[in-house]
């Protein structure tokens, strides 16, 4: 069994954008390191601004360098990319889709370190370069530099891979992890308490299950929303001891829930369930339960009021 440890730089973060640079180790299960390969190379597209202001990759620097599937890097990590081997990667999924836009698709069981650590540290900051630092990974480079004869730089996707290396080392031996642990945790969902994007930012989940329930809504019939997002909200929905609360945000009742609307006015209901645009699926079975409930206990009272005159 092989270990690859990888990192790339690109031409920029949009569809469009290619590989200019990869780097791997391959090592042993025990990461003795056995082979490197660091290939600068000539993207099919150009290479854009904000990209060289982060790895100083410049267009002079990749004009006479081959394609990257002509290299011998690209060439070995073909041969070793089969289900016995390991890929590690630190947020995997964008190498990943740079790799597959170069026709290679990923048959390696998956380490992606960036998942380990959200599992290891909940309210932790992920990024490599940080953790470099934070976790005293610096510490060691001199001597990989030596061992291997090259230099470790920022944002470098060889130096990047050394210092992923070094993370790799970290993890396993601090935490006690085997390998197989770290692909398991890979695989394993993360369960946030909070969101950290959109317009709840940094708010708890189950704050939000309750207070916009229309939002949580629209995020679960959103294709492209995170795995990890979804199992989230799920997890928290789950375990949910209040009612979501719904407000109209138009009409005569806007910001009025339908509980009170319901109390002196149960018609507008049944107006809004048939005229209001927008309504989501939640809020209209919210609306519906509601009316008919008040449809109901008015049926009650009338016929205790037709038994009464009756007697």
């Given amino acids: 069994m092989k270990i690859v440890i990888l990192d790339s730089e690109t031409t920029g973060n949009s569809e469009k954008d290619r590989i200019c640079q990869l780097a791997y180790l391959v ?3 025990q990461l003795e390191i056995e082979e490197y390969y660091n290939h600068l190379v000539k993207p099919p597209v150009e290479i854009g601004f904000e990209a060289m202001a982060i790895h100083h990759i410049t267009p002079e620097m990749v004009e006479k360098a081959p394609p990257l599937r002509f290299t011998q890097g690209f060439k070995r990590l ?11 990667l630190h947020n995997a999924s964008y190498d990943l889709e740079m790799l597959k836009r170069e026709g290679f698709n990923s048959h390696f069981r998956l ?86 994007f959109g317009k709840h930012k940094f708010k708890e989940i189950k704050e939000v299950l309750i207070e916009d329930p229309e939002y949580i809504e629209s995020l679960l019939e959103d294709p492209t ?17 209040q009612k979501p609360i719904y407000r109209f945000s138009s009409g005569k009742y806007r910001g009025m829930t339908p509980e009170d609307v319901g109390e002196f006015d149960p018609d507008y209901l049944w107006w809004a369930l048939h005229n209001l645009a927008g309504l989501s699926k939640g809020f209209r079975s919210r ?21 009464r005159v009756a007697q």
């Fill in 27 to 29: 090592t042993t299960p």
């Fill in 78 to 88: 073909k041969e070793l990319n089969h289900r016995n081997n390991i890929l590690v």
């Fill in 111 to 196: 380490i992606d370190t960036f998942r380990v650590m959200k599992h290891l540290y909940p309210e932790g900051r992920y990024g490599l370069q940080y953790n470099r630092y934070k976790l005293g990974l610096y510490r060691f480079e001199e001597e990989l530099k030596k061992k291997l004869g090259i230099e470790i730089k920022a944002h470098d996707a060889l130096g990047d891979v050394l210092v992923l290396y070094l993370l790799l080392k970290y993890l396993m031996e601090t935490h006690s992890l085997s390998l197989e642990e770290m692909i398991e945790l890979t695989q394993k969902p993360i369960i946030y308490d909070r969101f950290y």
């Fill in 225 to 241: 929303l995170s795995p990890d997002i979804r199992v989230s909200i799920l997890h928290h929905q789950a375990q949910l001891s």
């Fill in 287 to 307: 609306i519906r339960e509601i009316w008919e409930e008040k449809k109901r206990k008015k049926w009650e009272s009338e016929n205790s009021l037709r038994g």
